[in-house]
């Protein structure tokens, strides 16, 4: 018997609670490990804007796979469209962006502001605690193998952004900025604007439809 898709609010309090889960671990992490994640952000608008000019790199790279799918990456995006699209049905483009920004947040404060900046810390390898984060971090993403190890390269990359400046809110934003972007593209081709005017994913809605 099929189950019914999940509600718009179903959607958005299940990546809540778990996002929020996550950031409340980094915190007591931070605590225990006298190394508050919350430290290494320097609220700074030179920092925000690099994070977005940083998350271009791959949002571009992402528009070309997703344009020419090779190999793996085919079944990749089948697996998105399975999965991805009918549990984030009925999200707004006010809900991504909310979702981006919570999953941005609280994975950088554990990922890098916890676990990277606490191997750095304890040993002083940089690229060491680099790499170890992002194999963590791709292994928490187990959607796929490939899915897994994609997220492993951009746990590298955000990783090296930390360590390059310093500042935990440039992965942050980049992170968050790129996942916005990533919603958007795979999701656009079942996009549809209902008489209400809010924007939505409809359930029948082709990529033909759409254009």
């Given at each position: 018997?099929?189950?019914?898709?999940?509600?718009?609010?179903?959607?958005?309090?299940?990546?809540?609670?778990?996002?929020?889960?996550?950031?409340?671990?980094?915190?007591?992490?931070?605590?225990?490990?006298?190394?508050?994640?919350?430290a290494?952000?320097?609220?700074?608008?030179?920092?925000?804007?690099?994070?977005?000019?940083?998350?271009?790199?791959?949002?571009?790279l992402l528009?070309?796979?997703?344009?020419?799918?090779?190999g793996?990456?085919?079944?990749?995006?089948?697996?998105?469209?399975?999965?991805?699209?009918?549990?984030?049905?009925?999200?707004?483009?006010?809900?991504?962006?909310?979702?981006?920004?919570?999953?941005?947040?609280?994975?950088?404060?554990?990922?890098?502001?916890?676990?990277?900046?606490?191997?750095?810390?304890?040993?002083?390898?940089?690229?060491?605690?680099?790499?170890?984060?992002?194999?963590?971090?791709g292994?928490?993403?187990?959607?796929?193998?490939?899915y897994?190890?994609?997220?492993?390269?951009?746990?590298?990359y955000?990783?090296?952004?930390?360590?390059?400046?310093?500042?935990?809110?440039?992965?942050?934003?980049?992170?968050?900025?790129?996942?916005?972007?990533?919603?958007?593209?795979?999701?656009r081709?079942?996009?549809?604007?209902p008489?209400?005017?809010?924007?939505?994913?409809?359930?029948?809605?082709?990529p033909?439809?759409?254009?």
């Amino acid at each position: 018997m099929a189950t019914a898709p999940m509600t718009r609010g179903s959607v958005l309090m299940l990546v809540l609670v778990t996002e929020g889960g996550l950031a409340l671990v980094a915190l007591a992490a931070g605590w225990f490990l006298d190394q508050p994640p919350l430290a290494q952000i320097s609220w700074t608008a030179a920092a925000a804007v690099q994070g977005v000019i940083a998350a271009a790199p791959m949002v571009v790279l992402l528009m070309l796979v997703q344009r020419w799918p090779v190999g793996p990456l085919r079944s990749l995006f089948e697996l998105v469209e399975t999965q991805l699209v009918p549990f984030l049905r009925g999200c707004t483009l006010a809900d991504l962006a909310l979702i981006s920004l919570a999953a941005g947040l609280a994975e950088e404060l554990l990922f890098r502001g916890v676990l990277q900046v606490g191997i750095v810390q304890y040993t002083g390898w940089n690229w060491f605690a680099i790499v170890v984060a992002a194999v963590v971090f791709g292994a928490a993403h187990p959607i796929s193998l490939m899915y897994a190890l994609l997220a492993g390269l951009i746990g590298v990359y955000l990783g090296w952004l930390l360590h390059a400046t310093g500042n935990l809110l440039t992965p942050v934003v980049t992170h968050a900025a790129y996942d916005f972007a990533a919603l958007i593209l795979l999701l656009r081709p079942h996009w549809s604007k209902p008489a209400t005017g809010a924007a939505h994913l409809s359930d029948a809605e082709s990529p033909a439809d759409a254009a």
